[in-house]
């Protein structure tokens, strides 16, 4: 595929497939991802890929918490955004509700969309990318981004839908005790991935984007 096509075809999956993604694929795109770049090579991810069992047993996990009331702690702490970004995510989230039909007053079903991405939107496999503790500082957290995006492109190569998400792994106590991710590393996010259900109505989104205009400062040119 076409790197730019890739980049403007990539969009956020929330409905899957139930048909499994076999590993070797996995690690095909793996082995694409691992040549991103990182500061001073330093190549701080580690990168846990989870299904069957195990992926079920975190999805179970993290409705029992949520179900209980627990409060969500990351390992990373998420501050909640202010003005145009707390907008930007109000819009996001009314056009999602929109295609599910879900209306704004509906508490249950808007329960239930949150629990599925506690539950990875059920995708077959997900990817949970860490950071030792010792590298936990902003060079670590752009290098996990950089990773991130090139496996999300690369995924695309092989008929795969990502979604990008910390609710996964939101409590990262579940996260752990299903695999063998120590407390010595810092869970920063992961990615659901799976076969795209295109028939599900919150992958008909296509989010937008501001322009160039509101975003670029062109410095030095005539
Ligand atoms: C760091 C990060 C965290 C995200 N977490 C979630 C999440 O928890 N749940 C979700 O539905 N989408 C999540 N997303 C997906 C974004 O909502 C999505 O990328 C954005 O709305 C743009 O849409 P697009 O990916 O379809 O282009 C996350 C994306 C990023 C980069």
Same mark, same amino acid.
């Given at each position: 595929m076409d790197i730019v096509e890739a980049i403007r075809s990539r969009k956020s999956i929330r409905g899957y497939k139930p048909d499994p993604v076999p590993k070797e694929v996995l690690r095909e795109i793996l082995d694409i991802a691992r040549r991103s770049p990182s500061a001073i090579n330093t190549q701080p991810w580690n990168v846990t890929v989870v299904? @069957? +069992? %195990?992926?079920? #047993? /975190? &999805? &179970? @996990? #993290? /409705? +029992?918490?949520?179900?209980?009331? %627990?409060e969500p702690h990351p390992d990373v702490p998420n501050e909640p955004y202010e003005g145009i970004y707390k907008q930007r995510q109000v819009d996001l989230a009314v056009q999602i509700f929109k295609l599910m039909g879900i209306a704004r007053e509906d508490r249950e079903k808007r329960a239930k969309w949150r629990e599925r991405g506690f539950r990875f939107f059920d995708a077959p496999a997900a990817i949970i990318l860490s950071i030792d503790r010792s590298v936990d500082k902003l060079s670590s957290h752009l290098d996990i981004g950089a990773i991130v995006q090139t496996i999300c492109l690369a995924a695309l190569n092989y008929g795969l839908g990502t979604c990008i998400e910390d609710q996964g792994i939101i409590f990262p106590g579940v996260v752990r005790e299903f695999t063998r991710i120590p407390e010595s590393n810092k869970i920063i996010i992961s990615i659901a991935i799976g076969y795209p259900d295109w028939d599900f109505p919150a992958n008909k989104l296509e989010t937008g984007r501001e322009s160039l205009e509101d975003f670029v400062t062109w410095c030095g040119f005539a």
């Open positions: 299904t @069957g +069992e %195990v992926l079920d #047993n /975190i &999805k &179970k @996990g #993290n /409705i +029992e918490m949520l179900t209980a009331g %627990v």
